[in-house]
């Protein structure tokens, strides 16, 4: 092949790529422009404000949250030295195992009114059901902890690489200077790794607007749960998309954000990386408080839920080996393993239109494919069967007046559709993890591979594909994992009676057979943990 037709290939199928993702965004947009607002005033009269302060409470909580635990765990791991250090700066990464709804189920059958914590207390104090207040668990401040346990490993492994790579040099002088450690840390550490921890709690924000399982199985009303309610509900498509479009700029200017702090973070480089930190030693009440500091959202974030769940596996009526849970995991890893294998293929596709054809084209393409990570999947989901749906109407209309066939819906519900959502949503992860292992090829050796006449496939092919296998598979996974937990996009556009093990965890809870759901959920945190064990071996590696 030649070279000129190869590149025109790679180029064309880039674009391709991008225009896709971007498709969901405008058909939402068009969808809520061109639809009656009826369902949109009603609930503007209603509950739209409510939606709104919801969403923006859960935020600014998590955002808090996940700021304060993850930088002050990574700080702590980082610049100072403690007994079960060194352990608790692998197991901090262990929560991001957890979708933010498995954590919740298994915490709700802990806390609830009928679980064994308030059971306890009515025994021993002999306290009936108005005798004492306890937290609700099913409540805003609920879902927020949820969120902070299963989202803090953001900031958390962003602000370590920070604080090794930047701060260390500048933390060790001001300390030979005399500022002791926590005056390195709030004049230091803190302004020098602030575009990491930035991006971290940016995307720990995306994260908590994209959830539906979490805030729906706890009746919270937000955004996420109003447009589910739109579409099914009240069917009407266009007051989802309404909803749909007013999530979505707010998601895209999340993503901006994202997108300025990740260049911002680029520019600092306070000294050599590999510049040992100098660790302030820690001694009675200050070790014992950093220890419980770190200790705590391991704890809680991963190895109380592991157990409440197994507990309230072993109770359940749920045989994992049946046919039909062996259905849902077939369903589960046919969905998962298609939805990586395209997902990975697309985004080395973008990635080489990037490499062998740089310029303000193939960042444009890039750059629009990344967006659908700061996009909820309610969001794609509704943007991609609004232009399905008209597709499959007038191909039966067509085939209805030709030839007098009625051919159904062809596109809408179907396995294919549901894979192209998976890709507008994490495309972006696995494009970042690809380009990841790229960046460390220097171009000097697609220069000398095409003097010996090889064109852009063949060096694809031949060269940067064997040599980044790890960053190909390390993708793949990544992409595998999410989709095995992915709820709201699964929810809208899967195939009738097609479910999988995030389905039917969400079915079981919200019928409160939270022991049923914990086999489903325990199937998918193992899953999770895949990935989790390999960068918690990365991370003892570099410590």
């Known amino acids: 092949m030649k070279r000129g037709i190869a590149d025109h290939i790679i180029k064309w199928a880039a674009i391709a790529v991008a225009a896709f993702c971007l498709l969901p965004m405008v058909a939402v947009l068009i969808a809520a422009i061109t639809g009656n607002t009826e369902t949109l005033s009603h609930l503007a009269d209603t509950v739209l404000l409510r939606y709104t302060l919801t969403t923006l409470t859960l935020l600014v909580t998590v955002c808090i949250g996940a700021a304060i635990i993850g930088t002050g765990a990574a700080w702590l791991v980082t610049m100072t030295q403690f007994r079960g250090r060194g352990i608790l700066e692998v197991m901090l990464a262990l929560p991001f195992a957890f979708p933010a709804y498995v954590m919740g189920y298994a915490y709700t059958d802990f806390l609830d009114h009928a679980g064994p914590v308030q059971t306890l207390l009515r025994d021993l104090f002999e306290w009936g059901p108005r005798d004492y207040w306890f937290p609700e668990i099913r409540s805003t401040g609920g879902a927020a902890m949820m969120f902070i346990l299963v989202l803090y490993p953001y900031v958390y492994l962003l602000a370590r690489t920070a604080f090794l790579r930047e701060s260390v040099s500048a933390n060790n002088a001001a300390r030979s200077l005399g500022a002791g450690p926590w005056s390195a840390f709030f004049r230091i550490s803190i302004p020098i790794a602030r575009p990491a921890i930035a991006g971290g709690v940016l995307l720990a924000a995306m994260e908590t607007i994209a959830d539906y399982g979490t805030v729906s199985y706890f009746g919270i009303q937000t955004f996420a749960t109003g447009i589910y309610t739109s579409w099914f509900s009240l069917g009407d498509r266009a007051g989802a998309s309404q909803l749909a479009l007013a999530l979505l700029i707010f998601a895209l200017f999340l993503a901006i954000l994202e997108q300025v702090q990740r260049g911002s973070a680029q520019s600092h480089n306070a000294g050599r990386q590999d510049v040992r930190p100098n660790r302030a030693q820690l001694r009675g009440a200050k070790a014992v408080g950093a220890w419980l500091f770190c200790a705590l959202p391991v704890l809680l974030g991963f190895v109380l839920p592991l157990v409440l769940l197994f507990e309230m596996s072993f109770e359940s009526e749920q045989v994992l080996f049946s046919d039909r849970y062996l259905g849902f995991i077939k369903n589960s890893l046919i969905l998962a393993s298609t ?40 969001v794609i989901a509704v943007g991609l069967l609004v232009p399905f749906a008209a597709l499959d109407n007038r191909i039966d209309d067509f085939f209805e007046a030709t030839f007098g066939i009625d051919t159904g819906l062809l596109f809408t519900g179907s396995i294919a559709v549901l894979v192209m959502a998976y890709m507008v949503r994490f495309v972006s992860a696995a494009l970042f ?39 190909v598979f390390t993708a793949f996974l990544l992409v595998f994992v999410d989709v095995m937990k992915e709820l709201p996009a699964t929810l809208i556009m899967r195939p009738f009676n097609f479910d999988t093990l995030a389905v039917q965890a969400f079915r079981l809870a919200s019928d409160e057979r939270l022991e049923g759901a914990a086999v489903p959920s325990l199937i998918i945190v193992a899953i999770g943990l895949i990935p989790v064990i390999l960068l918690c071996k990365r991370i003892a590696q570099r410590r």
Not at 348 to 370: E, K, T
Not at 443 to 463: E, H, M, P
């Open 433 to 471: 993890t690809y380009e990841g292992g790229l960046s460390t090829m220097h171009r000097n050796v697609d220069d000398a591979t095409r003097t010996l006449g090889f064109g852009s496939v063949s060096i694809l092919g031949r060269i940067h594909l064997p040599v980044l296998r790890t960053s």
């Open 339 to 378: 939805a990586a294998a395209v997902t990975v293929s697309l985004a080395i596709v973008l990635a080489s239109f990037r490499r062998f054809q740089p310029g303000r084209l193939a960042n444009a393409a890039a750059n629009i494919s990344r967006i659908g990570y700061a996009v909820p999947g309610g």
